[in-house]
């Protein structure tokens, strides 16, 4: 049995996470990490503070679904306490993956944090990265629903860092290029363009969108329910336990 925490019981992710580890084999639900004690979730332990948490329940895995903010603080004291982390909150800058990629170092825990648990969505990244060996133009559309904090998306961000290990950067449009009104052009990574949609109905979509002369290539993915990520969450659960290291991206743990 792996004894798993969960961060995040009353979120739209967390809910569904928490469903799964009940009805995973192998998987025991010790304690739930939240912003209040409510009754709804009177089944385990609820605790407002992490550290109460990992010092009651003894997890070997915590699931974080939360905020960035709390996702940072929760992984970071996890892994000081030799307690695994599977993390999908996005929202993680650069420097925190540093800082969280030395701390699984020092401490020797592993730790996986995931954009985006959707296998599908991962084929699409890895389709993507494939693709951009031979068409080097490419702008990425990403659509959340509209209670999303963060934009663009993790998912939409590592697509282009992918894509980015196979394609020189420069910069896309017309040199002259002038926004008539600020943003219409999209955030730049490396001169990739990425847009952000948030409206509500949406769950999480993403199209690459890589053109070359007379031609267009379009990879599309879409989760239409959060049990889309589900199994992803499941198997970074797992892998964790076999690791020592930080894990970014659930395409490093599938073949
Ligand atoms: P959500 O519905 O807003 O859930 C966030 C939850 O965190 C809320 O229930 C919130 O509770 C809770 N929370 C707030 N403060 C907390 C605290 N101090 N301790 C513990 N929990 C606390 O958001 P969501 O759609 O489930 O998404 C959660 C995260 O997962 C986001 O970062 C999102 O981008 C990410 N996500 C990742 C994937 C993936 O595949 N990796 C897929 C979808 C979403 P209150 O309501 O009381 O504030």
Redesign the pocket.
Known sequence: MIRVAL????????AEALEMIEQQDGFELVGL????VTDELSDYPVF?SILDLLKETNPQVLID????E??MS?TTEAIRHGVRPVV????FTPDDLEQLNQLCEEYKVGCII?????IGAVLMMRFAEQAARYMQDVEIIEMH?N????AP??TAIKTAELIQTNRVSHRQGHENEEEALQGARGADIEGIKLHSVRLPGLV?HQQVLFGGEGQLLTLRHD?FT?GS?MP?VALCVKEVMKRNELIYGLENIID
């Open positions: 961060a995040g019981p009353r979120g739209k992710m967390g990490l939240d912003s209040k407002i679904l939360t905020t960035p709390l996702g929760h999908g909150t996005t929202g995931a954009p985006n648990f959707s629903h209670q999303k904090l963060d998306s993790g999480a989760s959060r990520f992803g």
